[in-house]
């Protein structure tokens, strides 16, 4: 089973909704979106609206949409008449996007955790252990991945804000190709897990401060390897 099908099964199970987006332009954003993210489409590549539109068999309406989307995030540089070009990763809006997740998930931390009942942190723990069984899968990073953002959308939309997610996602593609940059370690793998499981463990104190501090550590940890990962990969960044 690939790691989209493997994912569909993994949220049926959660009973969350796997299913893909409705329309041709939105299904066309969803798959750019993350083969940028995941680097196979790495900085510096030049994409073809031609080309694209005869890969996922759309028209040119829906790739020209979706990639207007990409450049609006970030993600992609539109020159007119000339060409699109997948952006370099930026260290501003890594910060950005860090200090954004942080507002927002210290103060889902902060209401979540007194009221959190034993049911979300079933789902939770489910979710974990989930990445667990998938943590030394390589052919399975995708789909670990798509659990972490999970994991963050689950106790999000729990506080009733459900669209904040989406806001994040909009705002964090640089944020999440310099973390698949990292995210074939095993240590780093090993540290989302712990993280998480800490995370968990904050909550079920149902102490707002505990849980404060447990994901603030977690949303912490790609700022502080990005100068070594901007060593290694000097070409995927922005000057």
Same mark, same amino acid.
């Given at each position: 089973m690939? /790691?989209?099908?493997?994912f569909s099964d993994l949220m049926q199970h959660l009973g969350g909704d796997a299913t893909a987006p409705s329309s041709a332009a939105a299904r066309t954003?969803?798959?750019l979106r993350r083969r940028i993210i995941s680097l196979d489409l790495p900085p510096d590549t030049v994409l073809s609206r031609s080309e694209l539109a005869r890969e996922y068999d759309v028209s040119q309406t829906p790739v020209r949409d979706a990639l207007q989307r990409l450049e609006a995030e970030g993600l992609v540089e539109i020159f007119p008449q000339s060409r699109t070009v997948v952006t370099r990763i930026d260290a501003d809006k890594i910060a950005e996007a860090? $200090?954004?997740r942080r507002a927002i998930e210290v103060e889902v931390m902060r209401q979540l955790a007194p009221v959190i009942d034993d049911a979300l942190l079933s789902r939770l723990r489910t979710i974990v252990e989930m990445q667990r069984a998938l943590a030394h899968k390589r052919e399975e990073? /995708? *789909?670990f991945h798509e659990l972490d953002e *999970? $994991?963050?959308q689950t106790m999000i939309a729990a506080v009733g804000f459900p669209g904040l997610h989406r806001l994040i996602r909009s705002r964090s593609g640089h944020l999440n190709r310099v973390r698949r940059l990292n995210m074939w370690d095993d *240590?780093?793998?090993g540290r989302i897990i712990d993280d998480h499981t800490g995370v968990i463990a904050g909550l079920e104190t149902r102490d707002p401060d505990k849980a404060e501090a447990a994901i603030r550590k977690h949303? /912490?940890?790609t700022i502080a390897t990005l100068d070594t990962l901007r060593a290694q990969h /000097?070409?995927?960044f922005k000057d």
């Open positions: 690939n /790691g989209a099908g493997l954003l969803d798959a860090v $200090f954004l990073l /995708g *789909t *999970t $994991f963050h *240590t780093k793998i949303l /912490g940890q /000097g070409a995927y």
